[in-house]
Each structure stands twice: as C-alpha cells, then as structure tokens.
C-alpha cells in the first residue's frame, strides 16, 4: 500500500514539475530582500492556490508570510516551509527559490493522498530567514504549534541528512559621535569611526580565545561621510555564533564588551540593537530523518561526501526555533559543482539542469518522507501531542 501511494505521490510530481521550475526560475529572476518579498510570496502562494489550498495572506499579521492549507483529515498535520527571501548583493545565493519550489512540489504531490490517509496539508511561507528570523516572528505570533510535523530541503554542495545549525544572534551596531573639521578642528570632534575600528580590533584579538564551535563576523555599513570631516556616526551588522543557545548566551556578553571598548576608548555612544530573535540549535526529529535519508537515497543521492564540502549543514537557521516546538527535519541537499553558498557562483548553480534534479528530488523526498512520518504516527498520537 505505502508503496503504491508514494507511486502516485512521484506521479503527481513528475505532472506538475514544469509548473514548478518556472517558479524557481522566476523567484530566481526577481530576489527580494527580507520582509519585502512582497512579489516572491504571492508567486507561491499562487501556485498553490492554483492547486486547492486554501490560502491566508497576509499571516498572523506578516504581510509577505502566508498559510497555505489542504486535506480534510484531523488526525495529523504535516507543514512544508517555504523561504523565498535572497541575500543582498548575490541575490539567491542561498538557493531560496529551490526551497520555495520543493516544498510547494513536496505539499502539492502530497495533497493528492492525504485523503485517504486521514491528514492535512500545510505550507508556511516563512519570510526573513536571512539574519531577521522570520520564523520567530512567526512562532510568537502562534505559527508552526498545530503542526505534527514540519519539514523543509536547504540547497547546498552536496547532500548531508542533518542539520547542525550554530545558535545564533545578529545585532545592529551604532556609534554615535561628534563631527568637526578632521584638519582646523579635530579636537573638537568624537571619531565615530575609531570607536568601530577599536571594537573590531578588539573582536580580532577575543578570536584567539574563543573555544571551538564559537564564530564572530560582521560588517562595517557605514564608516562616515568625508575624509576631511571627523565621522559622527558608523553602523554594522555582526553576528556571534554558538554550538547551542546557552554558550551563545556566555560568548555575546564578551563580544558586547569589545564594543564597549571602542565608546569607552573615543567618548562615542554606543547603541546594540537585535535584529530579530536569537536563531537556536537544531533538534532533529532521528526518525523521521532517517526515513529522509532511505527516500533521498532510493532516488540516487548520494551521502557518501566530501566533509569539507558537507560543512554547510553547519549554517545557522531559525528553522532551528521550529524544531524547539514541533518535530522537525531540515536535510540538506546538493546542487553539485564548486560552488558553496552565499556565492554568487552558487546562485547560478540554482538554476538550470542541475538543479532543476535537484529540485525534483528533493520535492519527491520530502512528500515521500511526510507520507512514511504521517502513516506511523496519525493513529498512534494523541490530539495535541507533541515531541
């Protein structure tokens, strides 16, 4: 019987799989930045709708995330998430169109049984997942807690089964300072932009004493106005990264102290502003991953890889914050080449043959895996019981 139906499932695919790339290679086309991927989400929305779901957009007050629903059954609940924000400058680097495009093809080739097996069909469109969080947003506002199951395929080099993201916070950095002619008048000025200089100095000299599994980077946005002028007010963005939430917790008091350093140093005022909520570890359904792992290589994957190109499983996520609540995989899977992520070379790499394959596989993998999670769990869990 699971064998007919995930025939059918394949079948349902293989029928809509055009419809499918034409909707990665337009997501592709037209990146959207978080939280304004305004366009991106309502071309994945239509897709489904076009297919029967019911559709709510905006959700939960989320003007670009939405919810998408099919299939009568009360017993189990499945959730496929889509993420279609791009990064900026390199556009879909991450491979964002590729997730939108197989969880849609995984959600569509799942509805046409979940009839009969007594389930229902979601799809979440996530926004903001590059540095936002907007899975947090979205877990506060009372998303993902109906699910049984959630479940998403991230491109990467190659295929690796398990997600291990870092904990992560992102900040928005601000020194206030004093502006005054940098030659006539320089005392009377407050280097807005010493104090970055010190606080990044004193980051690169931390470095040396962080444990393993720690990572501190970022970017200076704004460094001052004119050569001659002293600089009245530098911004960044910086992240600090951690095996799991309570060492990440310990690492950013030490990070901020190095900040502090740099107003303390020049006078300048420093303000620290989140930029969404802490991204978190990763708690991986074992079960429903290894049924995973049999479906991706019963479609020719290969797990049998490189380590150094496998790394990217390493990559933060707020996925992580989902798998807190609901069960949760997050299986990575390769679009081949050289290419590693946040490269613009890997943004074509999510595009054309290779990863139209890609694309397929992974929708196939996902809808065969939520059908094996949903056919073992649906009548032995208790309404409302979560892992």
Known sequence: MSERLKDRVAERLAEVADELVTLSNELHADPELGWQEVRSSARVAAVLERHGFTIEQPYLGLATAFRAVRGSGDGFTVGFL????????????????????????????LAGVADELGITVEVIGTPAEEGYGGKIELLERGAFTELDFALMAHPAPVDVAEAEPFAVAHWHVRY?????????YPERGVNANDAFLLAQTAIALLRQQLPPGVRVHGVQTRGGEAPNAIPERTEGRWYVRADSTAKLLEIEKRVLNCFEAGALATGAALTVTPEGGRYSEMRTDAEALDLYRANAVALGRDFDVDPIAATMNRASTDMGNVSQVV???HPYIGVGGDASNHQLEF?????????????????????????????????????????
């Open 347 to 387: 943004a074509q790499a999510c595009v054309g043959e290779a990863a139209e394959q890609t694309l397929r596989d992974g929708a196939v993998a996902l809808a065969w895996t939520a059908l094996d999670v949903a056919r073992s769990r649906a009548a032995a869990s208790p309404e409302g019981e979560r892992a």
């Open 82 to 109: 889509a993420e279609y924000d791009a990064l900026p400058g390199l556009g879909h680097a991450c491979g964002h169109n590729l997730i939108s495009a197989m969880s849609v093809g995984g959600a569509i080739a």
């Open 176 to 184: 206030d300072g004093k502006a005054a002619h940098a030659a006539a």
């Open 327 to 329: 069960n949760a995989i």
